[in-house]
T-cell receptor, first 112, second 116 residues
């Protein structure tokens, strides 16, 4: 157990639907990052939150949004889902830049 | 923008032998951090080793070590005494520090297969 908890582990949904992915960071970590990993692809940075505030944005689609709550857990909302959104979505947390991330086990999203 | 390049899509090695995975990066920053992550078939992302750019000494973690060549912007990973459990995708990652707020840029990965 890495200390970063992601739920659900698997999600199957239809095109056009909306889903919410949840992440609880490791205790003491203020930064939360969301990454998307499509099949046989590298990891694409989506968005970062630090202590409740958005800090950096990557190639995140307008149909996607995220937030970090006062208890530091974060949610990634994906709407108007398309087949191409099928991917593994990782949440990671960190205490500072130099130590790297601790990753959750990911949410496997399948859009049918 | 920072880029990370892993030029070896796939590598294979015999058990107990040594293998080196390559990584190059491009940045204009002077202080930054470099990482190697392992992703086994379970798809879990595991931090293998990290290097701070201002430290000249190469990082070592048990059987894993890096060859950090700052001038050449090269950061290779050496795995000694390879084990079957080392079979995984390996990602090189870069953090520019400063105002990047910890965002990691990943390379495309190298699939490593360890054969018995």
């Amino acid at each position: 157990d890495s200390g970063v908890t992601q739920t659900p582990k698997h999600l199957i949904t239809a095109t056009g639907q909306r889903v919410t992915l949840r992440c609880s960071p490791r205790s003491g970590d203020l930064s939360v990052y969301w990454y998307q990993q499509s099949l046989d692809q590298g990891l694409q940075f989506l968005i970062q939150y630090y202590n409740g505030e958005e800090r950096a944005k990557g190639n995140i689609l307008e149909r996607f949004s995220a937030q970090q709550f006062p208890d530091l857990h974060s949610e990634l909302n994906l709407s108007s889902l398309e087949l191409g959104d099928s991917a593994l979505y990782f949440c990671a947390s960190s205490v500072d830049q130099g130590r790297g991330y601790t990753f959750g086990s990911g949410t496997r999203l399948t859009v049918v | 923008a920072q880029t990370v390049t892993q030029s070896q899509p796939e590598m294979s090695v015999q058990e107990a032998e040594t293998v080196t995975l390559s990584c190059t990066y491009d940045t204009s920053e002077s202080n930054y951090y470099l990482f190697w992550y392992k992703q086994p078939p379970s798809r879990q992302m595991i931090l293998v080793i990290r290097q701070e750019a201002y430290k000249q000494q190469n990082a070592t973690e048990n059987r894993f070590s890096v060859n950090f060549q700052k001038a050449a912007k090269s950061f290779s990973l050496k795995i000694s005494d390879s084990q079957l459990g080392d079979t995984a995708m390996y990602f090189c990652a870069f953090n520019a520090g400063g105002t990047s707020y910890g965002k990691l840029t990943f390379g495309q990965g190298t699939i490593l297969t360890v054969h018995p």
